[in-house]
């Protein structure tokens, strides 16, 4: 491990300037000398690097904001370069945050004197207003971490509202998705903290009659409704969602003895949960198999008799069955995301008949999704964990499929080479997925989205090579090649890499 410093030290990042776009070993490094080392080390623990350890999706932080602006009487506050928060609450706006987002400003000065601690520490006293906030979140973006700014020296509690500060870097985080993770783990912390110190407020409702079961990831509403409905039978009740909407919730969370882990990357709360002494359950009720094996794990670790769980799957499973029957999928498909939900999808697409081939994830392989990857695996799809944009869009040209689900860059190269494509986040993510209610549920979109490849081909036909590559956009005249630019910049490219690489091995 790195020797840490005693104090931070903010000189330790020279300046703003720096970022996502450049120099990601200078502020990996940077933080490391500024007394970052021991969060870092967690964060490469928690959230282990793949082929690619840059993110290639939007920036990280924003899983983070997503979970704060969510809670109800909860303030999120950013401390980060003017670009990143301008991105980041464009991006929260965009998605209906509908409250605002704080933001402490800095210049080079007051980074590396250390006065931007201290105009964080004002901020969120002044903030801090037990009528109207549980808790204060401040997130340090990627600069603020590289210079060591110790969220960590904040007061725990300020006038009666807890303070929470977490380091959310691109160069540390890989994903949004597991971002969410650091957030939600820092909240669980305190939060168990706090009930193995004494009471705590019991949940709006009051609490639950029945055992219930921590759902943890973000989901389609009425997902916790439907497996609220199959646990019933079995005397279990659906708990809190976790990232929760409100504070006193996560009591609730922490209190179920049973944590089903249906999103698989949220490894920092899941070590809440055990500390907590909760049972955690991978996987999650989606299709026949995957309902039949979910129930048999819940019910197990709950406690609860064979033949009470022999009844519910007699009752779900035909009724699944039936459904997935009715909206059969027929076409060849490849699929990628970076939500963590990508092997559930994937298996409802293979027992609703697709001929699934690939399956990327940028979410890193954990143990909580062991048996969806064994079982897709079974089926011969190819699963992909912290699969990279080029590894997407390999299996994209490789599989040729009738369809590719994807992200932003491999729908637009879906549809440049005349493919169907959807986009997994907003168009497949964003549905129904558990248990009954899930069959069937994306069969209506697909089979659309297939049914219009003969469009596509109207299109390409009609619009030939218009707009592709260097003609792309809105020009006077037509664009002149110009490929003996184009041979000078690679020549000077490859120079300054491979003077870097010398650089790099003296
Ligand atoms: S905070 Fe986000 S946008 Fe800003 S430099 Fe880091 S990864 Fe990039």
């Not at 500024?34 to 939007?58: I, N």
């Not at 080079?108 to 979140?137: C, M, N, P, W």
């Not at 218009?466 to 490219?493: C, H, L, N, S, Y």
Request: aromatic letters at 6%; one cysteine or more; glycine letters at 10%.
């Amino acid at each position: 491990m790195d020797a840490a410093p005693e104090v931070p030290n903010p000189a330790a990042l020279q300046g703003d300037g720096t970022g996502c776009h450049s120099g990601k070993e200078q502020l990996l490094a940077a933080a490391k000398s500024a007394g970052k080392s021991e969060v870092l080390r967690q964060y490469a623990a928690d959230y282990p690097k793949g082929p690619h350890d840059q993110p290639q999706s939007m920036c990280p932080a924003f899983g983070s904001l997503r979970v704060g602006l969510r809670m109800r009487r909860t303030m999120t506050i950013l401390s980060g370069s003017a670009c990143c928060v301008y991105g980041l609450t464009f991006t929260s706006h965009f998605y209906g945050a509908r409250r605002s987002v704080g933001y402490v400003p800095f210049n080079s000065e007051s980074l590396v004197t250390g006065k931007l601690f201290e105009d964080i520490r004002e901020a969120v006293h002044a903030q801090a207003d037990a009528a109207q906030y549980d808790a204060i979140v401040i997130i340090n973006l990627c600069v603020p971490t590289a210079s060591g700014v110790p969220l960590q020296l904040l007061p725990k509690e300020i006038n009666g509202v807890r303070i929470i500060g977490i380091d959310v870097p691109g160069f540390g985080v890989p994903t949004h998705a597991e971002a969410k993770d650091v957030l939600a783990g820092a909240m669980l912390k305190y939060a168990r903290g706090e009930a193995e110190a004494g009471p705590v407020a019991t949940p709006r409702g009051g609490r639950a009659s029945k055992p219930t079961v921590t759902l943890v990831g973000e989901m389609f509403p009425a997902d916790p409704m439907v497996i609220g409905a199959m646990l019933e039978p079995m005397g279990l009740a659906a708990g809190p969602v976790v990232p929760t909407r409100e504070w006193r919730e996560l009591y609730a969370a922490l209190d179920s003895p049973v944590v089903a882990a249906i999103h698989p990357f949220y490894t920092a709360s899941v070590r809440e949960f055990e500390a907590a002494g909760r049972t955690v359950v991978g996987s999650a009720p989606v299709g026949h198999d995957g309902t039949e094996a979910w129930l048999q794990a819940i019910g197990s670790a709950a406690n609860v008799a064979q033949a009470q769980i022999d009844a519910v799957k007699n009752r779900m499973l035909p009724a699944i069955k039936g459904a997935l029957a009715r909206m059969p999928i027929r076409g060849r498909i490849t699929m990628s995301g970076y939500e963590g939900s990508e092997l559930l999808v994937a298996r409802l697409l293979v027992e609703s008949g697709a001929e699934l081939r690939y399956v990327g994830t940028a979410c890193p392989r954990t143990v909580w999704s062991d048996a969806d990857r064994q079982w897709l695996e079974a089926r011969g799809v190819h699963v992909q964990y912290r699969a990279s944009l080029e590894q997407d869009l390999d299996a994209m040209h490789e599989f040729k499929p009738d369809l590719a689900i994807g992200t932003t860059p491999v729908v637009q190269a879906a549809k440049e080479a005349c493919i169907p494509a959807l986009y997994f986040t907003n168009l497949i993510s964003a549905r129904p997925l558990m248990g009954p209610a899930g069959a069937g549920s994306l069969a209506t979109v697909i089979n659309a989205a297939i049914a219009n490849k003969a469009r596509f081909e109207t299109m390409s036909a009609f619009f030939g090579s218009t707009g592709i590559g260097d003609k792309a956009g809105v020009w006077e005249g037509v664009p002149q090649e110009r490929p003996e630019f184009r041979a000078d910049t690679r020549r000077q490219v490859i120079k300054l890499m491979n003077k870097r690489k010398a650089e790099e091995m003296i």
